[in-house]
């Protein structure tokens, strides 16, 4: 809204001068508007939410307008105002409140649950082959020298792709994917040997926390790549996940060496597809960010607690609301007294929606 209003003093006033006395007006109506209409709906959010689409937009509309109309009546007072100004502030508060819906209408199709299971297996697909080509790689390293813990090492990777071939579409608990990476390291340290030392800090991790599949793995891998072989010394990589606030937070750790040629090319791949389908599982809720401090390179992951127990009550309270929702659709049987269904115009949409 601030931006529009920017571009409207751009395009009302070419002189750079005159600017500020040209914005200031503006943004007197526009900012307490926006702020008194955000509080009031956070205010009436949860009895919107019970409302069909049409119905809550409509209201949104009729709020957009009220507010303005009583913004414009109580600044409008002290500020002079050109002829038919009122009319043009709603028209403007009403194309704002259009547009908006258009663009949460759009984001909606966007994040729907067809388009987000394909986007989440492409990017699922991406993971597998580097999974894949590390892990033959530490068997590999142990066929000549040691053909038994060779053996073994294929009868974990054989547990380990009946993980990475099921659907991964769905959240999973973070004990899983905890053995899932043990699992996998287990195997890098078979062909590093010593060079590889993992510390782990679980001592305050929700274990029955539900977590995107493969969120942590191949941060792994990125870490034993670029901060363990580049050096022929000893590298330290630490995973610390607790609780907080409720939130799960994952803090990995590994080496940092500027100088690791090649293999600081394209490391960016899995912290990209890692932060995406955070953004596919939990919206704006979830983060990644990464930095490197002191030689040490550090991503930190952050994700809402989500417990299976959780996610079963959110499934069960969804089903009441629904059942409450045809309750209302209902009408009496004039003949019986008997409340009968009637057609709801547009239903199988909604249920498609649902």
Not at 139 to 154: C, G, I, P, T, Y
């Amino acid at each position: 809204m601030n931006a529009l209003v920017a571009i409207a003093v751009l395009v009302r006033e070419p002189a750079p001068e005159l600017w500020t006395e040209q914005w200031l007006p503006m943004v007197a109506f526009v900012e307490p508007h926006l702020i008194l209409e955000l509080a009031v709906l956070y205010a009436i959010a949860p009895w919107i939410l019970r409302l069909s689409y049409p119905t809550g937009a409509l209201l949104v509309g009729a709020l957009t307008v009220g507010i303005g109309v009583a913004v414009h009546g109580l600044v409008g007072r002290d500020l002079a105002q050109p002829p038919h100004a009122l009319a043009r502030y709603i028209v403007l508060a009403l194309f704002v409140f259009g547009s908006l819906l258009g663009y949460f209408g759009l984001r909606a199709k966007a994040l729907s649950p067809a388009i987000t299971e394909s986007r989440l297996q492409a990017l699922q697909a991406r993971i597998r082959p580097h999974f894949l080509f590390n892990s033959i790689n530490a068997v590999l390293s142990l066929v000549r020298n040691d053909s038994k813990q060779a053996e073994n090492a294929l009868l974990d990777m054989a547990d380990l792709f009946r993980v990475l071939m099921r659907d991964n579409r769905e959240l999973v608990a973070l004990n899983d994917e905890i053995e899932l990476c043990q699992q996998y390291l287990a195997l890098e340290k078979l062909r590093l040997g010593d060079r590889l030392q993992v510390d782990w800090h679980l001592n305050s991790m929700p274990s029955d926390a539900l977590v995107p599949p493969l969120f942590l793995q191949p941060l792994l891998e990125n870490a034993v790549y670029h901060g363990i072989e580049p050096s022929s010394a000893p590298g330290v990589i630490s995973i610390n996940i607790f609780y907080r606030g409720g939130e799960v937070h994952a803090i990995l750790r590994n080496p940092y060496q500027s100088d690791g040629g090649s293999h600081h090319s394209g490391n960016k791949m899995a912290l990209g597809n890692i932060r995406e389908r955070l953004k596919l599982h939990f919206d704006a809720e979830a983060s990644l960010e990464s930095r490197v401090r002191d030689s040490i390179y550090e991503v930190h992951i952050r994700m809402p607690y989500r417990s299976l127990r959780g996610a079963r009550k959110q499934e069960a309270e969804a089903a009441a609301r629904g059942d409450r929702a045809n309750g209302e659709r209902r009408g009496p049987d004039t003949r019986t007294g008997i409340e009968e269904p009637r057609t709801i115009a547009g239903g199988g949409a909604g249920a498609s929606r649902g």
